[in-house]
């Protein structure tokens, strides 16, 4: 069966801190894998998803960044946080010829 | 206005209470739909597809209705377990998905 990984849990970082989230899936071969926030109380934003390795699109300019160095790995990064950055960071998979989309357990950012 | 609106509730029924939420969206073009369940502080979790024909798992029923671009949600029977974020999620093509802001649901004793 097909499982999801993201870490950290929660993270607090300073303003003008680097961010690093990673995202790792097991069980299976070349999802689409995507990258949300959700501010508090609020649904999911579309950040980044990427169809193959290397291939990434962006949905909301801003200050973060998204790579795919292997297959199944997902990175979000971002070279200076911003206050509007806090939020619950998601990553999900789905296979490449489905909409169903299956999440991790995110990692709640706290920038302060 | 939104391309994917929910009432955002909160919804507040008595265990074995019948709840229904509806969502809208405003793309014609929209091919799938679903519905997650979020709980507080958790990720979301797949609940069912929506299509045209309906959807029926156990108490849970789905509908989509194209013409006036809605869908819904039916829970019979309530149970406080199902006290949670009730998400609905609007895909016009592959790797865009819009996710509405969610209706909370409370199930009381």
């Known amino acids: 069966s097909q499982t999801i990984h993201q870490w950290p849990a929660t993270l607090v970082q300073p303003v003008g801190s680097p961010l690093s989230l990673e995202c790792t899936v097991e069980?299976?071969?070349?999802?689409?894998l995507y990258w949300y926030r959700q501010a508090a109380g609020r649904g999911l934003q579309l950040l980044f998803y990427s169809v193959g390795i290397g291939q990434i699109s962006s949905e909301v300019p801003q200050n973060l960044s998204a790579s795919r160095p292997q297959d199944r790995q997902f990175i979000l990064s971002s070279k200076k946080l911003l206050l509007s950055d806090s939020g619950f960071y998601l990553c999900?998979?789905?296979?490449?010829?489905?909409?169903?989309?299956?999440f991790g357990p995110g990692t709640r950012l706290t920038v302060t | 206005r939104k391309e994917v609106e929910q009432d955002p509730g909160p919804f507040n029924v008595p265990e074995g209470a019948t709840v229904a939420f509806n969502c809208t969206y405003s793309n014609s073009a929209s091919q799938s739909f679903f519905w997650y369940r979020q709980d507080c502080r958790k990720e979301p979790k797949l609940l069912m597809s929506?299509?045209?024909s309906g959807n029926e798992d156990g108490r849970f029923t789905a509908q989509l209705n194209r013409a006036s671009q809605y869908i819904s949600l039916l829970i019979r029977d309530s149970k406080l377990s199902d006290s949670a974020t009730y998400l609905c999620?609007?895909?016009?093509?592959?790797?865009?998905?819009?996710f509405g802001d969610g209706t909370t649901l409370t199930v009381k004793p």
């Open positions: 929506v299509y045209s």
């Open positions: 069980g299976t071969s070349n999802p689409n």
């Open positions: 999620v609007v895909n016009t093509n592959a790797g865009k998905s819009t």
């Open positions: 999900a998979w789905s296979q490449v010829d489905s909409y169903e989309q299956y």
